[in-house]
């Protein structure tokens, strides 16, 4: 007998056999974080290509994927690709085990929506900016409370504690990932010639994971000379936008970006 169980957008496969479990399946860690907004090719976007992507990946005993095969195209070619590109990159699980509780091979199934940015239209103005928020777990994993604030102009960054009516958008991201403590997230951005806000929150709180991003912003709003480093995975492609707001004073610019994420538990 063939089973599935659903956790948000992803399609996880149990298989039974002789009247007990044979196998758990692999369970992914962060899947939120693999595929975002700002991975949007360019070239789809001006195509104005979207659609849903599903895909299944192989994951080895130590919760590594090993192959992204497409089972159902988004119609296009190049999202299709990149959904896969960014999966085998960032891509980590915990592993899949048989009956005695050893890590075995398995596969992973998930659905991935692409949905063209409503300010594709308005490019992005680069300036220096700082953001802090925290988010407060229960014992039960739900998001008790989320506070924060942030100085100068946030551009196409989205606050984790924006909220939809009387719910919190990453709720649906964030829920069960953390129990009784706090995570904090802090997101910081330098773009040379641009001070940053004398007001500018930080954080001392000793990070888990940090993503760190240098790249020019060229007078005609491209981008060039981008590197990126991620925690626990060395340097990664760079996840920067195809382009911006050309400087005002047509020369190019130096910025830096990180962000930051910490979690501390109740004593």
Known sequence: MRRFLRMGAAVATLCCG???????????????????QDDYPAEALQKGEAGIV??????????????????QSSGSAILDTTTCRLV???????????????????????RVKWNRPSTVVAPTVVRSFALIEQLTFDAQGNIADCAGRASGELGSEMPVCLRVGDSLVVSQFMTGRHRNGVATRTVRQLVEGDPMPAD???????????VERNFTLQPDGTIADCSQRESGKGIVPCETRGSYTPPSNGRPHRVTFETRWAFQPNK
């Open 54 to 71: 599903a895909f299944e990946t192989q994951v080895d005993p130590a919760g590594k994927p090993t192959s992204c095969q497409t089972t």
């Open 88 to 110: 085998m990159e960032r891509g980590s699980f915990k592993p899949a085990t048989d009956a005695k509780a050893r890590s075995v091979a398995g596969k992973w199934k998930m």
């Open 18 to 36: 002789g009247g007990a479990w044979a196998q758990t399946d692999p369970q992914a860690k962060d899947a939120h974080l693999w595929v975002t």
């Open 200 to 210: 500018a929150p930080s954080s001392d709180v000793p990070p888990n994971w940090i």
